[in-house]
């Protein structure tokens, strides 16, 4: 990584921006300690998600204890993600993404404490409350950051971003497996993961600039706190921000419950064997990564607003195909079309929401649309088990169509900013040309 930089006020020619005075090298290491952010992110969740049974076993617990512990988590996220705004206007991006992501590791720390040393419940929860919390407000933070990287390096770059937090669950569930495999304690184990998200948010960071949500002059004259609050709860008032909502709740929705009801959908839905349903959700988690990563181009070349109305029709079709399949192979088939067609709503979402004249409203414009994402996360599998009890798993996954249906009627308030409808040849891609700055910088 570069050494740490700002580029200096002082030098900036009238009529440009901080992001214009990087060079190309400056601007490519920041994109990519974004994709680190990223999957830092990603492994500390599956770290954890790894390691689950033997919590579960060391402390003797059943299925409902498991879950209070886990809601510690999912409660610890909504905090984080309310709280992300006012931490980034205090500290910025560059110093909250550290202390979330400390916070995070601090509460691996914990958990693998209380789950392998010490056995304490209560001490699992606190430590998952913590990890919920960091986790919750790094996700705002990064894809704060992440849509200012993109924006000025100007290629679509959110969906390869959030391909980097599955790598980063990949990477963070095969050392899981692996410790579980060599009977390493789970103490040891994420105290070892906390280390290595720590050191590697420390030399990624010196990558970011400073100051980019500061370009309108945020830092110059904060206002009260009465009045940040006002402006953080006003985005909810906006009807195309809680439109770009209902698209990342369709679409967080089925990716949400794909996550926590597919496999079993396959076992007792279709009738197969518990190794098929585990190898299909290998194929949705796989289909939905390659989604992300080429998603980006296709974005480009077509703009939003299409390429989500393609991905919401897809993944109605897929679904739909999954649940009435007559054979196996067309439900596999659907499998892939579903994962594909959820692959790019949440990181359009983010992008959509962070697409805004004011930087200083981008974190809570991404805060709001995060919330409700995350509320689909959370809510999403409860509602399908309670509904699959009542009308079978299969029939509960209609729910998911009529809500991937919605979030493509609604995707037109994805659009770009500038009311392009796709970049085409007109976007500057790196080594494209075209003079960005004083400085030469081209991309």
Not at 390 to 412: R, S
């Amino acid at each position: 990584m570069p050494r740490d930089f700002r580029p200096a006020p002082a030098t900036r020619p009238p009529g440009t921006t901080m992001t214009d005075q990087l060079t190309r090298p400056q601007l490519l290491a920041w994109r990519n300690a974004i994709f680190v952010v990223f999957a830092l992110s990603g492994i500390s969740v599956a770290s954890w998600v790894a390691r689950i049974p033997a919590v579960r076993d060391s402390l003797g617990l059943d299925t409902a204890q498991l879950g209070i512990l886990i809601f510690a988590m999912s409660a610890g996220s909504v905090i984080g993600l309310v709280s992300a705004p006012p931490v980034m206007l205090r500290l910025g991006a560059r110093g909250g993404m550290v202390l979330s992501l400390v916070v995070v590791s601090a509460g691996l720390v914990i958990v693998g404490l209380g789950g392998g040393l010490v056995l304490s419940a209560p001490l699992v929860g606190v430590g998952l409350a913590l990890v919920g919390l960091g986790n919750g407000a790094v996700d705002v933070m990064m894809n704060v950051e992440g849509a200012a990287a993109e924006k000025a390096i100007g290629k679509t770059l959110m969906p390869l971003m959030h391909a980097f937090f599955s790598f980063g669950t990949v990477a963070g569930a095969g050392l899981g497996a692996l410790a579980s495999w060599l009977s390493v304690n789970v103490a040891l184990h994420l105290a070892v993961v906390a280390a290595i998200i720590v050191a590697g948010v420390l030399v990624a960071i010196r990558a970011v600039p400073r100051g980019v949500e500061d370009e309108s002059g945020a830092a110059a004259s904060k206002p009260p706190f009465r009045e940040r609050l006002r402006a953080s709860l006003a985005v909810w008032g906006d009807l195309r921000l809680l439109a770009i909502g209902v698209v990342m709740l369709g679409m967080a929705f089925a990716e949400g419950s794909a996550n926590d009801w597919l496999t079993l959908a396959v076992v007792d839905g279709h009738d197969q064997s518990n190794t098929t349903g585990a190898v299909i959700f290998a194929l949705f988690t796989v289909s939905m990564t390659a989604g992300r990563v080429l998603g980006g181009p296709v974005l480009d070349r077509f703009g939003r607003v299409p390429v989500l109305r393609v991905s919401a029709l897809l993944g109605a079709l897929g679904i739909a195909l999954f649940i009435f399949a007559p054979v196996t192979w067309l439900a596999w088939v659907g499998c892939v079309f579903w994962a594909v067609g959820c692959s790019l709503g949440f990181p359009v979402g983010m992008s959509a929401a962070a697409d805004t004249g004011d930087p200083r409203q981008a974190a809570a414009r991404v805060s709001a649309v995060a919330i409700i994402g995350y509320v689909a996360f959370l809510v999403g599998p409860p509602v399908l088990g309670l509904l699959g009890h009542e009308v079978g798993i299969l029939n509960a996954l209609l729910v998911i169509l009529v809500l991937v249906v919605l979030a493509g009627i609604a995707a037109p308030a994805v659009r770009e900013r500038d009311g392009r409808s796709g970049s085409g040849s007109d976007t500057l891609g790196p080594g494209q040309g075209g003079d960005r700055s004083a400085s030469g910088a081209t991309l």
